[in-house]
Structures are given as C-alpha cells and as structure tokens.
C-alpha cells in the first residue's frame, strides 16, 4: 500500500522540502546581495523553514509500513525510462530529519566564524543541503546520480575557500576521492540498466523496479563491487579513509558538522539501497569481507585517535572508528543490528557534529586546536565544558546517552553473527573510552599554563541555542529511543527479506569469518 502525501494535505512537500532551500539560495543571491547583515538571517530562515517542513511531513508518516511514503512520479526523460521519482521510507525519513536538524545547527554555529564572502558560504551550505535531501529521497537511479553529484560540489567550495591552510589540498583530495567513486558507480548504473533492456525490453532507471530484477550472479558481483567501493569510500571505511581527516580538519566548522552529520550517512545508506537492494547474493557472500574491514576500521581508529595532538583530527579519526561499528552492524543483518546501524548513523551525526562544534567554539576563542595548548579550560568556560562533558560521554557510549543505544544493539547484532568479531569490535569502545576521557582530562581539567586562557569569555546565549537542541536530542534518544526504533522496524524487515533467500550461505560463511578473526 503507498500512502500519497499530496492527496493528504494539498501539495507536493518532499520537492517543496527538497528544493526550499535552493530556492532560499537563489532569493539570497537575487534580493540580499550587498546587503551583509541579512545573509545569515536568510540562511537560517531557509533551513528552519526546512526543518520545519521535514517535522510536519513526519506527523503524517506512518511507523507500521515498508512502503515508500509521500511519493511522487512524474516522466522525466520518457525516451530512456528516467522518472522524477522520489519517496522515503523510515530510514530515509530519518535521515531527512537529521540533515535538515543539522543544518539549522551549522548555519546558527556559522554566525561569527565565517567572515569572507559571507554570502558564497551560506549559499553554499543551501545548496549542499538540497543535494543530501535529494539523494535520501530519489527513487530513481539517474536522478540519485544528479544529487549524488550536486552535493559533492558545494562541500569542494565550502572545504576550498572557506578552510584552513591547507584548504586546497584538502578540498582537492576529498573531491578526487569521491568522484573516483562516482565515476565507478556511475559505470554499474549503466551497466545493470543495460543489462535490464536487454533481458526485458525496457530501459528504466526505477530503482523499486531495478530491486525486483533477479540480477545474475555475475551482474550481482561486479555490480556490487562497483556500487561498494563508491559508497565505501564515503563513509569511509579502512583503507579508503585517507581523505576524512584533511577535509576535516581544514574544513571550516559547520563544513565539518555537515560532513561527518550527514554526508558520511550517504555511504552506508547507498549500501542499504544499492548493494543490498540490487545485489543480495553478493551481499550476502561478502558479508566476512565487510565485517573484517569493518572490525579493524573499529580498532584502527581509535588506536589512531589515541595519539593525535590535534582536537579536530582526533573527532575527525573517531568517526572512522564509530562508521566501522555502523557498516558490523549492518552487515551482521540480523534484527538488532540493522536497527542499530541505522540509529548509530543519528546517533554519531548528533554527538560527532556536536564535538565538532565545540571544537570550533574553543578555536574561536583561542586560534589553536593543538591539546597541549589547552589545560584547566574548565575554570574560565564551566558551561561549555559542562556541554562538551555531556557529547564526550555520549561519544564514549555512557548508558542514558543516544550512543550507548546503537552500539548496544550493533555489539548484539555482531555477537549474533560471529562472537569474536563483536569481541574484537568491544575494543574499540574501551579505546573510544581512552581518547576521549584522555582528551577531556588534558583540556578541561589539566594544570591550567597558560594565564591569558582566564580572560576568554565562556559561551554566549547563541552557541548555547546552538548545543542545547543537539544536547535535548542525545538524551531523548539514550532515554526513549524507541519512537526512532518504530520507524525502523518495518524497512529493516524490508531488508532482511530481500537476502532472506541467501542466509544459509551467510551462516556457511560464519567459520570463513572466524578465521579472519583467528577462530572462536
């Protein structure tokens, strides 16, 4: 059954939603042009606007069904089957709240650190967002490629000019990177929609009608390889990782909220679309492969977060750390752990985006990131400790904290599949422990040496309105989590029905992934 949202309320709201902040931009760029003082305030008047739209679609969303919701299908390109077609299901629907939650939260977090060509960076944060929006809601593959796409170039922009020192280098290797990836999917695209108009006669790029294919296994390899390596790469998982920590940290603050919040969600949401979507069976005999990775992704990380002097690289590695643990759970393809991938995605957005912005607070106040030039900052900042207290225990997976929720449920769904890898991933949570408390430890409560730290001034009301939300989130979902779950149970029943047919060659696979691990 498809529930049309248009027919319920009298307009089209997932383009409305999808465009309204594209359409924020260009007012900006026609009516506020030299007029500076109303950049930001048109920005987050655009993105509230949003967020708000995205909130009242939600109240008309139903928990209890797979199906696709607030469809819309129009021809596009009729000669080559290509369709506006866009729709969400409970995954999607979450991952729409949390982009346009987050970029409320960017652009209030902007308001003062971004001083040159003001109106370029809040356009290109608008423009950034209608592309995630677009990919979460495309049910059409041409049309997924296009925002795929337009997303990439306003983050290359807002890395490039608006970065640090090594801005370019850094824009320039995250760009490279993903269009690599792009390119290779962009191959797989082609080759499964010729696969298809040759086999049944008709060119189509609907991705519900491409699921529903019967790809053979040759098609499903190689069409898994492609699609895998482009969304891994955006993650990113181990050994694709390299180019996260430059875009990180040169990126300015709300490109680094953006970035890991919500752009890195992209990656293990094309895997769930795509891979397992079109290529069961190749999902499905990969799954020991994936699940390695994904386990020294976990301990990789954190052992790299454990030694790095620098406050953003650290958050910036731990999010390798954190997407490892998302990809486990995933890929266990059990109950409990698809759940817990999925809500460990908004679980790492909130908290990950929330350290980042602290981060950039403390730059703000003292142009260093550098742990060892911090030290007893508890004393001239309680409030803004006591917020970076609360994401750093979050972080960590402190029981009544949304984090701790997710990497439970993963931990379940891993131990379900092979104990010694969720043995192995549990490791990276006591390291998860090690960094950040150490991190904490050195910056907030260390011997306070430098003198003229006492002088800085601690949160104002703005960046309180900024954390408090993010803050109001993490406990809600630690606490109650279980209206996110409601939205999670059907489509991951979805999921798990679609390589159904190929467990048992999963459960064959157990004793091939135990002994990469080194055996039970």
Request: contains cysteine.
């Given at each position: 059954m498809e529930f049309d949202f248009a027919q319920q309320i009298g307009f089209r709201a997932l383009s409305l939603l999808i465009f309204l902040p594209a359409i924020g931009a260009v007012v900006m760029l026609l009516f506020l042009r030299g007029r500076p003082s109303a950049y930001k305030t048109g920005a987050l008047v655009t993105s509230l606007a949003t967020f708000a739209l995205s909130l009242y679609m939600l109240t008309a969303f139903k928990t209890d069904t797979a199906a696709y919701?607030?469809?819309?299908?129009?021809?596009?390109?009729?000669?080559?089957?290509?369709?506006?077609?866009?729709?969400?299901?409970?995954?999607?629907m979450l991952m729409v709240l949390l982009t346009t939650f987050l970029s409320v939260i960017a652009i209030i977090g902007s308001w003062n650190y971004v001083k040159d060509r003001e109106l370029g960076f809040f356009i290109s944060l608008l423009l950034l967002e209608t592309g995630m929006l677009g990919v979460f809601a495309s049910m059409d593959l041409f049309l997924f490629y296009v925002f795929w796409e337009i997303q990439l170039i306003p983050m290359y922009f807002i890395i490039g000019i608006w970065g640090g020192a090594r801005r370019i280098y850094a824009a320039v290797k995250f760009f490279l990177y993903t269009f690599a990836g792009s390119v290779i999917m962009l191959v797989a695209i082609l080759a499964i929609v010729w696969w298809y108009n040759k086999s049944s006669g008709t060119m189509t790029f609907d991705i519900l009608t491409l699921q529903k294919a019967g790809f053979p296994s040759s098609i499903q390899m190689w069409g898994f390889i492609a699609?895998?390596?482009?969304?891994?790469?955006?993650?990113?998982?181990?050994?694709?990782?390299?180019?996260?920590?430059?875009?990180?940290?040169?990126?300015?603050?709300?490109?680094?909220?953006?970035?890991?919040?919500?752009?890195?969600?992209?990656?293990?949401?094309?895997?769930?679309?795509?891979?397992?979507?079109?290529?069961?069976?190749?999902?499905?005999?990969?799954?020991?492969?994936?699940?390695?990775?994904?386990?020294?992704?976990?301990?990789?990380?954190?052992?790299?977060?454990?030694?790095?002097?620098?406050?953003?690289?650290?958050?910036?590695?731990s999010s390798v750390s954190h997407m490892g643990f998302v990809t486990a759970g995933l890929f266990a393809f059990n109950q409990q752990g698809v759940e817990g991938s999925v809500l460990q995605m908004v679980n790492h957005g909130i908290l990950t985006g929330a350290l980042f912005q602290m981060v950039g607070f403390f730059y703000e106040r003292t142009h260093t990131r550098e742990i060892k030039d911090y030290g007893g900052m508890a004393r001239p900042l309680p409030v803004a400790a006591a917020f970076f207290s609360l994401f750093v225990l979050g972080s960590l997976g402190l029981p009544g904290l949304n984090g701790f929720i997710g990497e439970f449920l993963i931990l379940l769904g891993v131990f379900q599949y092979a104990k010694v890898a969720a043995v192995f991933a549990s490791i990276g949570i006591i390291l998860g422990a090690a960094y950040l408390l150490w991190m904490y430890q050195r910056t907030m409560f260390q011997e306070l040496t430098n003198k003229k730290w006492l002088e800085l001034k601690d949160l104002n009301v703005r960046e309180i309105f900024t954390l408090v939300p993010l803050a109001a989130v993490a406990l809600f979902i630690g606490l109650y989590p279980k209206p996110f779950l409601n939205m999670l149970h059907a489509p991951t029943q979805n999921i798990l029905a679609q390589v159904e047919p190929y467990m048992a060659q999963k459960q064959s696979l157990i004793h091939l992934a135990s002994s990469f691990f080194g055996g039970f």
């Amino acid at each position: 059954m498809e529930f049309d949202f248009a027919q319920q309320i009298g307009f089209r709201a997932l383009s409305l939603l999808i465009f309204l902040p594209a359409i924020g931009a260009v007012v900006m760029l026609l009516f506020l042009r030299g007029r500076p003082s109303a950049y930001k305030t048109g920005a987050l008047v655009t993105s509230l606007a949003t967020f708000a739209l995205s909130l009242y679609m939600l109240t008309a969303f139903k928990t209890d069904t797979a199906a696709y919701q607030f469809q819309e299908n129009f021809v596009w390109v009729q000669s080559f089957g290509i369709n506006y077609h866009l729709g969400v299901d409970g995954i999607s629907m979450l991952m729409v709240l949390l982009t346009t939650f987050l970029s409320v939260i960017a652009i209030i977090g902007s308001w003062n650190y971004v001083k040159d060509r003001e109106l370029g960076f809040f356009i290109s944060l608008l423009l950034l967002e209608t592309g995630m929006l677009g990919v979460f809601a495309s049910m059409d593959l041409f049309l997924f490629y296009v925002f795929w796409e337009i997303q990439l170039i306003p983050m290359y922009f807002i890395i490039g000019i608006w970065g640090g020192a090594r801005r370019i280098y850094a824009a320039v290797k995250f760009f490279l990177y993903t269009f690599a990836g792009s390119v290779i999917m962009l191959v797989a695209i082609l080759a499964i929609v010729w696969w298809y108009n040759k086999s049944s006669g008709t060119m189509t790029f609907d991705i519900l009608t491409l699921q529903k294919a019967g790809f053979p296994s040759s098609i499903q390899m190689w069409g898994f390889i492609a699609f895998f390596v482009a969304f891994a790469i955006k993650v990113p998982m181990f050994p694709v990782h390299t180019w996260l920590p430059d875009a990180h940290v040169e990126a300015p603050t709300a490109g680094s909220v953006i970035l890991a919040g919500v752009l890195l969600k992209m990656g293990v949401y094309g895997m769930i679309r795509f891979c397992v979507g079109f290529f069961p069976e190749a999902t499905i005999k990969a799954v020991p492969f994936v699940m390695l990775l994904s386990v020294i992704a976990i301990i990789y990380g954190a052992a790299v977060s454990l030694v790095q002097p620098d406050m953003k690289k650290l958050v910036a590695y731990s999010s390798v750390s954190h997407m490892g643990f998302v990809t486990a759970g995933l890929f266990a393809f059990n109950q409990q752990g698809v759940e817990g991938s999925v809500l460990q995605m908004v679980n790492h957005g909130i908290l990950t985006g929330a350290l980042f912005q602290m981060v950039g607070f403390f730059y703000e106040r003292t142009h260093t990131r550098e742990i060892k030039d911090y030290g007893g900052m508890a004393r001239p900042l309680p409030v803004a400790a006591a917020f970076f207290s609360l994401f750093v225990l979050g972080s960590l997976g402190l029981p009544g904290l949304n984090g701790f929720i997710g990497e439970f449920l993963i931990l379940l769904g891993v131990f379900q599949y092979a104990k010694v890898a969720a043995v192995f991933a549990s490791i990276g949570i006591i390291l998860g422990a090690a960094y950040l408390l150490w991190m904490y430890q050195r910056t907030m409560f260390q011997e306070l040496t430098n003198k003229k730290w006492l002088e800085l001034k601690d949160l104002n009301v703005r960046e309180i309105f900024t954390l408090v939300p993010l803050a109001a989130v993490a406990l809600f979902i630690g606490l109650y989590p279980k209206p996110f779950l409601n939205m999670l149970h059907a489509p991951t029943q979805n999921i798990l029905a679609q390589v159904e047919p190929y467990m048992a060659q999963k459960q064959s696979l157990i004793h091939l992934a135990s002994s990469f691990f080194g055996g039970f």
